[in-house]
């Protein structure tokens, strides 16, 4: 068994809303320097060794995230 990790993120281009209400909100809670703030998904998921990284990225794209608006990228972590 494997543990793999998808973070997904808006691409750069598309407007983040919850990201810019937390960077709008530290200010106000006392937090200074943070300039922004962008909010994605972290995915945890563990597979035996018959997932490829082909089907990961298969995985990714079509379930997990919007290829349209968000990028995505894929590791494999000991556990």
Known sequence: MA??????MPKPEILDP????VAG????LGFHGVT???QGKHF???VDDSVDD???AKI???????PVIEDWTIRRIDA
């Open 36 to 38: 922004e703030v962008r």
């Open 54 to 56: 082909e089907t990961l």
């Open 25 to 28: 909100a530290l200010p106000r």
């Open 60 to 66: 990714a794209e079509g379930f997990l995230a919007n």
């Open 44 to 46: 945890e998921l563990e």
């Open 3 to 8: 543990r793999v990790v998808v973070d997904v």
């Open 18 to 21: 919850q990201g810019q209400a």
